[in-house]
């Protein structure tokens, strides 16, 4: 079940268009179905790729890359307490707004030069596909414009965790990846089916789901 929320937040003129989004969005759609497409090869093009942007990344992409997570915190809860993981953290541009709903916030990331310039107090290099976290441990995994890897998610998450899930830049965001194959993919890796809040915010879009 998704349910649809209006949109409060509107997206000004200007969203930027990244070229590289068709073929970003065909690799995430297929590791969000099957996870063993992720290969080495795929980690070190994301590494490689990353090392690039990590220098300019908060200068030009930090002003609205918060909008659909800021509008997912307002809306989209309530949210448990405990542990949040945020995968795929980057320089950690959103995990300020994400320790004011979870104050334990672990803040990881493949690409160390991304991750290096973060200020969170728990970050760490690691890798989504093989999260360095016990079996429910977690009340939020995030992720943020990152791949989707569904089975570690679900086994991290405590049984009333929450996914909470944003693409920046909307259906053309790179990883975006449509809320329904989000639903589904958690759904395969779960014996206790998700049910998803989405709405559109600013140039972005978010889901939160929950069993
Ligand atoms: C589009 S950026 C988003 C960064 C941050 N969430 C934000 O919104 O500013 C994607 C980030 O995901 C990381 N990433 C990609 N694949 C990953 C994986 N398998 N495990 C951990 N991080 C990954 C990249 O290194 C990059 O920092």
Known sequence: MIETLPRVVPAAPGKPVRPEAAASQRESAAIAADPASWSRDAAREVVRRYTALAPVWDGERGGYRPVPLADALARGGP?????????GAGT????????????????????????????????????????PLPSASAHAVVLADVPLFTAEAVRVLAPDGVVVWSNALGTDAPHHVPVASVLAALNEASPVPFRAVTAAAGWGLWAVLRR
């Open 92 to 131: 950690g541009l959103l995990t300020a707004l994400l320790r004011e709903v979870w104050p334990r916030v672990v803040s990881l990331d493949l690409t160390p030069s991304m991750i290096r310039r973060s200020s969170a107090p728990w970050r760490l290099v690691a890798d989504a596909s093989r999260l």
């Open 79 to 87: 949210y448990p307490a405990g542990v949040c993981v945020e995968a």
